[in-house]
């Protein structure tokens, strides 16, 4: 492997890694609005629940 | 809801600057190490890597000390903004420790003929690695919350200030035995790789915060979604014990 | 067995300390705890001796592993000597270390041992000074046999006192670290891997130190490496001191 290569590795493996934490971070937030709009929705529904409930009696 | 974790109604001005500096600052600093800094005698243009990899050496141990100023500032205060700080500012320092050590290996192979020689920056380097991975099995061994910050922040002073002690040690132990093959740094310094340098320093130290931010962040979303599960639970508590009208 | 002995040796503490003071400036109780401390690890080990064996044993047999990896003969057994003795002394460290802690644990005492009107770091400093005594006792076997297997001169006083300063630093931080392992789920398999990269520059302050020793040179040559473990045990100790009461807080 000729010299620059090893220097064009190099700066890969720091751009590579730099991207791979922002993209880690960025899943992780993903996942997280996606259980909050579940948890939105499960309160929504209990809501839902709860007021047919009162309505029934 | 007013919690962050609803970030699109709020704009994030200072993650949005930080981010732009750190972006121009990275761009400059690439500019400068392929364009400005001049050829090495020696090395050729291998060398090159040596303005990225000793950048992220030094937030590697910039990070570490953040780590331990967070642990402090938790042991002290008890708040958890401290303790986000700290698993935060690990997350970025391995990282940024990793890429020390891949990047040091890529440029002793072509210039030493070796992929790794235990040479004070690279040893301190992996040192540090093993301590930064040390702090993560530790936090993940531990569930109560409050005991993990406080097991970790303990760990994070006490393991920091084994570092520069570390450092002399092998430093010391370096020199006595250097490497027949190495025999020091080799490099002729001059004034336009100092320029280089620093800037790439600066440029680290501003992508470093810039992550460092988001990963904050994300942390506090998580948070916030505890605390949402934590009033979920307690309504529909609430909701099932309420007697039959 | 577990609860009378707490309750017993809560009251064994007390008395020990006098009147109850909560003033800490008050040298005499403090240095009565940490004798009351040492005094009750080395009685409940000398009724057992089973982790001081399990140590020697162990180290034995790590002995036996580098002699067969490395080849150790002649000179390289020489040039090889000091790192393994303390690679060794450092690995049937963390076995002892973590057992010690685990049996705190185990039986519950340490809870006992907090619920006295005691200081904390007092506390501290005994289980270490325990932890001290039972790696000296093993270097104690260790060194001689070393000295023999490998012809190299380790019981020379300065040999010694290098052996001293690196292992009290070692037991400091290690029964700190101890006491933080036992509590994560991993428990005491969680201690080498906190407790190696700190000891690197005790590592290698005594094995560089104790190389140049036993080629014949004399202590000052070696007194850069003598001040870095000094610095290292004054740091250590200190560090250890001012967090172990946050370890220990529930």
Redesign the interface.
Known sequence: MSNLAYLLFAYAIFWVLTFALVFSIWARQRRLEREIAALADCLREEGRDVHLRRTER | MREDAVRGSRRDVLGVVLAGLSGVAMFAALGMVFLYAPREATMGDVQRIFYFHVASAWIGFFAFFVTCLAGIGYLVQGERRWDVLALSSVEMGLTFTTMTLLTGALWARPVWGTYWTWEPRLTISLVQWLIYVAYRMLRAAIEAPERRARFAAVYGIVAFVTVPLSWFAIRWWRTIHPDILMGGEGMAITPRMVHTLVVSLVAFTLLYATLLRLRMQLECAVDALARLQARVESLRDQLTSRPPD | MTALHVSRFTLHVSHVCGRVQHNQGDLLNFLRTVWAVVAKDITAELRTREMISAMLVFSVLVLLVFSFALDLQGTVARAAAPGVLWATVAFAGTLGLGRSLAREHQTGCIDGLLLAPVDRSAIFLGKALGNLAFIVVVEGVLLPLFSALFDVPLLRPAVLLVAALGTVGYAV?GT??AA?AI????REV?LP??LI??A??AL??AV?ATGVLVDGGVLAEVG??IR?LV??DL??VA??ML?FD??V??
């Open positions: 931080v700190l670290l933080i509590n994560t789920r991993a969680m891997v906190l990269p700190l690197i520059p290698i302050a560089r850069g490496w870095l610095v290292y740091v250590m560090v250890s967090t946050f370890v807080e529930e």
